[in-house]
């Protein structure tokens, strides 16, 4: 006899599996929670910084304590004590290590986990990578090869040292330290990110890639990422982030500059999959994240993609200034949420060359309880002309008990620009599965079938390695909840 | 004489509170088309759920025989990979799965089922537009996402596309000609009598002797208030349109 249950119920509620969810033992150095100038000089002091260094983040900290956090998003969470959170951890055996094969085996064992080996003939063909742990970037692969081209590839925290021109001439130029209450904290006391530079004219090879893990507990994870492709220079870029599970939440609030000068071109892509907390909504990371390019020069392009399947909160909104004349940018976007996750996210595309062009793909997926907000914002300002935006923004719902919300906001202060905003809400009832299961399919293959069909357009936007990993996580996080 | 391809046996099923078959015995047979007619609300729509495995239903008392094997038991996509099928009466859309995307999944699903190596895809495209001109289906419906934007009919005609796809043993039509202009009501009828084989049985659900024209049935059935009231030849059907239902309820209420 069968049960009148509700699949959805079932399949919303099944034991969620974080696959990345183990923590390392790792000896880690921790310095004591809290947030004072006293903080912000160790940290600095702790990376060999130079004194400018020092001054600015010192700046930033004075503009954060006059800022006050932002609740204009369709999120909701219990206030966040800045004072509990520690500002700074790093593997003790790390600092020292000048080559792969120095790190400690237990860290090259918790990437190799993640399914990011150190060891370069091992790395995926054709991709260099830095990994971060907590709050210190522990390797980069590749290195020679791309020096060898004149790209520069390391570590922020490197490049302040040895690079201290380029860092000071473009850190801050996109988004300045006192832009918003979480870029502040994050100029303050940002701990490493990548820095990356692209001479003029090269296209860089392969792909570069970051991968942030957090590990240490009670501890923010603050990065800080760095792009410059210099004039006809070309460079795609992937981020991917993982943490251990935990009950109490954890605040991530990086900040990514691009900049584009004429006629460069930065792909930027991300995969981020920090962990979203349990199916009652307990713990998991906060992820308050600024990330904006500047498209310089003409005939600049900048183009943002992102598959958001983790974290308990996202805030972000992936940008680009369209200075140069012709210049191009784009936001290519899926955000999943399931169980109790909170996603507020979209893009801001502010022309301000003549000819500039924009185009916007949204598709958000929501499932459980959980809520998923696009909100994004096209500006074209009054010297743009022929400005030209597309925006798509879809939104998906698994169930009745979860929300999409949709706030496009759009400024147009010249009359010569055409602005195009399409939207569609589709939903995925029982009625859909049970017509994919009178087909032959089981549930689990229906809603990997819709979500793929349904993120396609998306997915295609990432570089050919890892739109097959990004696949398989859109299937596994709504998996996850189909058992 | 053959076993029956389907068993139905005093069968009862409910939604909440409210039982909507109640006692139902049906045999079909293997190659036969049987016709399935009775006034709205009867419960038609709930024996095809109910043998499809839609999970809103309780079958309280009863059993039903597939095949030789234990139908209820059965999980709905395990039904379909033994060989049942539904058109339904109210097709939905997917979004974002196009129509080939979507049956070269479900075929290779059952092919997987029947240990058969799955179809690539030249294979399959070439089979796609074979069966595609059964039911003069075009082919610039199979990269649309399946019945989205279809118009009712279109959506009809899809439904007979996918059941000449997907081969099954026992093929259920709820109303499939409702919805139908004259043209589209031959074309579907004339897929369907293309489809017919020894092997593979109809249930035929309609309001309508017209579609019966076209697609001879075996015998016709009238259910009523969740019973088989009356049983007979294809003339019933005939009757039927001619006189209505208040002559056969009648009696069945004089008997109850
Ligand atoms: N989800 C439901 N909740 C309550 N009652 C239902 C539900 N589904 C069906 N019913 C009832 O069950 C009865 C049988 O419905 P069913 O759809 O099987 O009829 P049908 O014979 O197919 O009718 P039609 O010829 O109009 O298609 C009807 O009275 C209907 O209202
Ligand atoms: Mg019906």
Redesign the interface.
């Known amino acids: ?5 509700d ?1 959805l119920e079932r399949l919303t509620a099944a034991d969620y599996q974080y696959e990345y969810g183990f923590e390392s033992q790792i000896e880690e150095e921790v310095v004591a929670p809290g947030l004072d100038e006293n903080i912000i000089r160790l940290i600095s002091q702790k990376k060999g910084e130079p004194d400018w260094m020092l001054q600015w983040r010192l700046q930033a900290f004075r503009y954060w304590q006059h800022m006050s956090e932002p609740h204009w998003a369709n999120v909701r969470y219990e206030p966040i004590d800045y004072q509990a959170i520690s500002y700074y951890a790093a593997p003790k055996k790390v600092s020292q290590a000048r080559s792969l094969n120095e790190i400690d085996p237990e860290l090259r064992q918790t990437f190799e986990r993640l399914g990011i080996p150190l060891h370069e003939q091992e790395v995926l063909a054709g991709v260099a990578v830095d990994a971060v742990l907590d709050s210190v970037s522990v390797a980069t692969t590749f290195r020679e090869k791309l020096q060898s081209l004149g790209i520069i590839f390391c570590s922020i925290s490197e490049a302040i040292r040895e690079y201290p021109d380029l860092v000071r001439t473009y850190l801050g130029t996109v988004v300045p330290p006192n832009d918003n209450f979480f870029a502040a904290l994050n100029s303050a006391v940002f701990t490493d990110g990548s820095f990356c530079y692209v001479p003029p004219g090269v296209r860089c090879p392969i792909e570069l890639s970051t991968y942030f893990r957090i590990n240490a507990r009670n501890t923010g994870q603050f990065e800080r990422t760095l792009i410059i492709a210099d004039e006809g220079a070309y460079v795609s870029y992937l981020e991917g982030c993982t943490a251990p599970m935990r009950d109490e939440n954890q605040l991530h609030a990086a900040v990514v500059e691009l900049i584009a000068l004429k006629n460069a071109e930065i792909k930027y892509s991300t995969v981020q999959n920090w962990y979203p907390g349990d199916k009652e909504g307990r713990g998991g990371i906060y992820n308050f994240v600024t990330k904006r390019g500047l498209c310089g020069g003409e005939n600049s392009k900048i183009s943002w993609t992102q598959v958001e399947t983790g974290s308990a909160i996202t805030w972000k909104y992936p940008s680009v200034i369209l200075k140069g004349d012709n210049s191009i940018g784009e936001f290519y976007s899926v955000a999943v949420t399931n169980h109790r996750q909170q996603a507020d996210t979209g893009t801001k595309m502010v022309h301000v060359g003549r000819n500039t062009r924009s185009r916007i793909v949204s598709k958000g997926i929501s499932a459980g309880y959980s809520q998923n907000s696009y909100r994004g914002l096209v500006r074209v300002n009054a010297n743009a002309e022929n400005a030209r935006n597309f925006s798509q923004c879809d939104s ?1 719902l698994i169930g009745d008990r979860c929300g999409a919300h949709t706030f496009p906001y759009i400024e147009v202060n010249n009359p010569t620009a055409i602005v195009e905003h399409e939207a569609t809400t ?1 939903k995925i009832g029982e ?2 599965i ?10 689990e ?1 229906a809603v990997a ?2 979500i793929n ?2 993120a ?1 357009e998306v997915l295609s936007k990432l570089p050919m390695e890892f739109a097959v990993e990004a696949q398989k996580l859109l299937t596994i996080s709504l998996e996850g909840s189909v058992g | 004489m053959t076993e029956p391809l389907l068993q139905i046996r005093n069968l009862h099923a409910s939604i909440g509170n409210k039982e909507i078959l109640r006692g139902i015995d049906l045999d079909i047979f293997p190659g036969q088309v049987c016709a399935i007619m009775g006034p709205n609300g009867s419960g038609k729509s709930t024996l095809a759920a109910v043998l499809a495995g839609r999970e809103d239903y309780q079958v309280t008392e009863g059993e039903i025989i597939f095949n030789g094997k234990n139908l209820l038991e059965l999980s709905p996509e395990e039904r379909a990979r033994e060989g049942l099928f539904l058109a339904f009466q109210y097709p939905v859309e997917i979004p974002g799965v196009s129509t080939a995307t979507f049956l070269k999944t479900a075929l290779n699903e059952l092919r997987k089922h029947r240990g058969l190596e799955p179809l690539d895809a030249m294979e399959f495209m070439s089979l796609m537009h074979e069966r595609a001109k059964l039911v003069h289906i075009e082919p610039s419906f199979f990269s649309r996402a399946v019945n989205e934007g279809f118009s009712g009919g279109e959506k009809k005609r899809n439904e007979i596309f996918q059941l000449a796809m997907l081969e099954p043993t026992l093929a259920i039509l709820d109303e499939t000609d409702s919805g139908l202009d004259i043209d589209a009501l031959r074309i579907v009828a004339d897929g369907v009598n293309a489809l017919r084989t020894p092997e593979r049985a109809f249930v035929v659900i309609t309001h309508y002797q017209r579609l019966l024209n076209y697609i001879v049935p075996d015998i016709v059935h009238v259910l009523y208030r969740g019973r088989i009231i009356k049983s007979g030849a294809k003339e019933l059907a005939t009757e039927l349109e001619a006189q209505g239902y208040d002559w056969i309820k009648e009696t069945a209420e004089a008997q109850a």
Do not use: K, W
Request: glycine fraction near 8%.
């Open positions: 006899m069968s049960e009148n249950v699949i998906l589709s009625d859909i049970f017509y994919c299961n009178q087909r032959g399919l089981d549930t293959t079938l819709i069909g349904y396609r």
